[in-house]
């Protein structure tokens, strides 16, 4: 194994594997999860995702909400940039009280933590669709954006 790229998924089948059959270092290679990994968790070790938990940054109420809004901008067209996300998640931590900046790799681990998230290229808009923009084209637009989080915002707040 050169390099392990391995999911939780892996370490529990691989868990299941040993308390079935007995040998650690099978399971472990079988399930390409490294040995003291395997070993440490039996131990009663935590996956890096919950024992790092309290040095993230933002909550997970905060990271879930930040990313529902993320997909939102996104169905309505208007996708955050990397660098709005980042200023908005240091709003949050300001609000927190936690004036430190959030990290130029911030983004990258957010984006890890929530894969349904994923970045999308901007395409930009050219002079053709721009003179081609009439009524009958811009209409099912509007449309568009009676989803659900959009129809429920008051119209004197939209």
């Known amino acids: 194994m050169d390099s392990y790229k391995h999911t939780e998924l892996d370490v529990r089948n691989a868990c299941n594997e040993y308390l079935e059959f007995g040998n650690m270092r099978a399971a472990a290679r079988h399930h390409c999860v490294p040995y003291s990994t395997l070993r440490g968790r039996l131990l009663g070790r935590l ?4 024992s790092q938990y ?3 940054r933002l909550s997970r109420v ?4 930040l990313a529902q809004w993320i997909l939102l901008q996104a169905a309505l067209g208007v ?3 990397h660098r709005q996300i980042r200023q908005i998640a240091q709003g949050i931590c300001e609000a927190n009280s936690d004036d430190e900046k959030v990290g130029k790799r911030w983004c990258k681990r957010f984006f890890r933590r929530h894969p349904v998230l994923k970045t999308i290229k901007d395409k930009g808009v050219d002079s053709i669709r721009i003179s081609n923009a009439t009524e009958a084209v811009i209409r099912p637009w509007f449309d568009h954006l009676r989803i659900p989080a959009i129809t429920r915002i008051p119209p004197y707040n939209r």
Not at 47 to 50: A, W
Request: proline share 14%.
């Open 47 to 50: 996956p890096t995702s919950i």
């Open 54 to 56: 309290n040095r993230q």
């Open 62 to 65: 905060q990271e879930e909400h």
């Open 79 to 81: 996708a955050p940039t």
